[in-house]
Nanobody, 115 residues
């Protein structure tokens, strides 16, 4: 059974930083693309960043230059380093992977950027 568990969210002031972690109970974790999504109140869930098994990264335009996605395969973990945070980054952040055509999601972690 696939499980994704996020951690690292919280309250931070504008301009601050947070690092999110997602640990996955997946066999052969290293071959799968892992992604981060977010959903702000009243808005649709949107992709933030993804990283393939070979390490190719993609980012939403709104976070380029501020967020960095990385993975540590020996720990079955993917990270999202978020710098220069803005109030508009406030959302619930979800970890995602797709296996056999099925999307799997974590429970989400709240990120609030406010002074």
């Amino acid at each position: 059974q696939v499980q994704l568990v996020e951690s690292g969210g919280g309250l931070v002031q504008p301009g601050g930083s947070l690092r999110l972690s997602c640990t996955a109970s997946i066999r052969f974790f290293s071959i799968y693309t892992m992604g981060w999504y977010r959903q702000a109140p009243g808005k649709q869930r949107e992709p933030v960043a993804s990283i393939t098994g070979s390490g190719t990264r993609t980012y939403a335009d709104s976070v380029k230059g501020r967020f960095t996605i990385s993975r540590e395969n020996v720990k079955n973990t993917v990270y999202l380093q978020m710098n220069s945070l803005k109030p508009e980054d406030t959302a619930v952040y979800y970890c995602n992977t797709r296996i056999g055509g099925v999307d799997y999601w974590g429970q989400g972690t709240q990120v609030t950027v406010s002074s």
